[in-house]
Protein backbone atom coordinates (compact mmCIF):
# COMPACT_ATOMS: atom_id res chain seq x y z
CA UNK A 1 0.00 0.00 0.00
CA UNK A 2 1.26 3.24 -1.13
CA UNK A 3 -0.32 6.87 -0.21
CA UNK A 4 1.01 9.55 -2.76
CA UNK A 5 0.71 13.01 -1.33
CA UNK A 6 0.66 16.24 -4.01
CA UNK A 7 -0.57 19.90 -4.17
CA UNK A 8 1.27 21.35 -1.38
CA UNK A 9 3.37 24.24 -1.66
CA UNK A 10 3.45 28.43 -0.76
CA UNK A 11 0.20 30.03 -1.38
CA UNK A 12 -1.02 33.72 0.16
CA UNK A 13 -3.08 34.30 2.60
CA UNK A 14 -6.66 34.42 1.41
CA UNK A 15 -5.76 31.95 -1.35
CA UNK A 16 -6.81 28.22 -2.18
CA UNK A 17 -5.41 24.52 -2.39
CA UNK A 18 -6.05 21.52 -3.12
CA UNK A 19 -4.01 18.67 -2.35
CA UNK A 20 -4.99 15.24 -3.17
CA UNK A 21 -3.86 11.65 -2.14
CA UNK A 22 -4.16 8.01 -4.13
CA UNK A 23 -4.11 5.09 -2.24
CA UNK A 24 -2.06 2.56 -4.20
CA UNK A 25 -1.41 -0.56 -4.31
CA UNK A 26 -4.22 -2.62 -2.99
CA UNK A 27 -7.57 -3.47 -3.66
CA UNK A 28 -8.42 -3.85 0.40
CA UNK A 29 -11.66 -2.29 1.11
CA UNK A 30 -10.74 1.57 2.05
CA UNK A 31 -13.42 2.59 5.48
CA UNK A 32 -11.75 6.08 5.76
CA UNK A 33 -10.01 8.27 4.17
CA UNK A 34 -8.83 11.77 6.34
CA UNK A 35 -6.49 14.65 6.37
CA UNK A 36 -4.73 15.46 9.50
CA UNK A 37 -1.94 18.26 9.60
CA UNK A 38 0.97 19.06 12.14
CA UNK A 39 2.11 22.36 12.58
CA UNK A 40 5.79 23.13 14.28
CA UNK A 41 5.92 22.34 17.17
CA UNK A 42 2.36 20.92 17.75
CA UNK A 43 0.59 17.49 18.06
CA UNK A 44 -0.99 16.21 14.99
CA UNK A 45 -4.50 16.99 14.46
CA UNK A 46 -7.04 15.56 12.41
CA UNK A 47 -8.43 18.18 9.79
CA UNK A 48 -11.23 16.36 7.74
CA UNK A 49 -12.43 13.17 8.00
CA UNK A 50 -14.46 11.22 5.37
CA UNK A 51 -15.58 7.53 6.27
CA UNK A 52 -17.01 5.24 3.62
CA UNK A 53 -20.82 5.75 4.55
CA UNK A 54 -20.68 7.80 7.10
CA UNK A 55 -20.88 11.12 7.97
CA UNK A 56 -17.74 13.87 6.85
CA UNK A 57 -16.50 15.80 9.82
CA UNK A 58 -14.07 19.03 10.33
CA UNK A 59 -11.83 20.22 12.49
CA UNK A 60 -13.76 23.82 13.69
CA UNK A 61 -10.59 25.53 12.67
CA UNK A 62 -11.26 24.86 8.92
CA UNK A 63 -15.30 24.11 8.76
CA UNK A 64 -16.69 26.69 6.00
CA UNK A 65 -13.22 26.61 4.33
CA UNK A 66 -11.68 23.76 3.51
CA UNK A 67 -13.59 20.30 1.49
CA UNK A 68 -13.11 17.13 1.78
CA UNK A 69 -13.94 14.64 -1.14
CA UNK A 70 -13.14 11.62 -2.35
CA UNK A 71 -13.19 9.64 -5.65
CA UNK A 72 -13.68 6.16 -4.95
CA UNK A 73 -12.85 4.50 -8.06
CA UNK A 74 -9.41 5.99 -8.18
CA UNK A 75 -9.33 5.70 -4.44
CA UNK A 76 -8.58 8.75 -3.96
CA UNK A 77 -9.09 11.47 -1.12
CA UNK A 78 -8.82 15.28 -1.95
CA UNK A 79 -8.87 18.10 0.54
CA UNK A 80 -9.84 21.69 -1.24
CA UNK A 81 -8.42 24.32 0.85
CA UNK A 82 -9.73 27.87 0.98
CA UNK A 83 -9.51 31.45 2.28
CA UNK A 84 -6.19 30.21 3.81
CA UNK A 85 -4.97 31.42 6.71
CA UNK A 86 -1.04 31.94 8.09
CA UNK A 87 -2.15 29.53 11.13
CA UNK A 88 -2.87 26.69 8.67
CA UNK A 89 0.57 26.42 7.41
CA UNK A 90 1.49 22.75 8.11
CA UNK A 91 2.69 19.27 6.70
CA UNK A 92 -1.01 17.66 5.69
CA UNK A 93 -0.41 14.04 5.97
CA UNK A 94 -3.56 11.64 4.42
CA UNK A 95 -4.43 8.57 6.28
CA UNK A 96 -6.23 5.73 5.28
CA UNK A 97 -7.31 2.66 7.77
CA UNK A 98 -8.90 -0.25 5.59
CA UNK A 99 -11.30 -2.88 6.79
CA UNK A 100 -13.03 -1.37 9.68
CA UNK A 101 -12.76 1.89 12.38
CA UNK A 102 -10.38 -0.45 13.92
CA UNK A 103 -8.61 -1.84 10.66
CA UNK A 104 -4.87 -1.07 9.94
CA UNK A 105 -4.22 2.50 8.86
CA UNK A 106 -1.61 3.79 7.01
CA UNK A 107 0.07 7.57 6.20
CA UNK A 108 0.75 9.09 3.82
CA UNK A 109 4.30 11.27 3.39
CA UNK A 110 3.12 14.50 4.07
CA UNK A 111 2.87 17.53 1.91
CA UNK A 112 3.89 21.00 3.33
CA UNK A 113 1.66 23.89 2.67
CA UNK A 114 2.79 27.29 3.85
CA UNK A 115 0.72 30.23 3.94
CA UNK A 116 2.69 33.61 3.79
CA UNK A 117 2.33 36.94 2.35
Known amino acids: VQLQASGGGLVQPGGSLRLSCEAS????????MDWYRQAPGKERELVAE???????AYADSVKGRFIISRDYAKRTVYLQMNYLKPEDTAVYFC????????????WGQGTLVTVSS
Open 25 to 32: GGTEPINS
Open 50 to 56: FPSGGSI
Open 95 to 106: HVRYYSDLGPRY
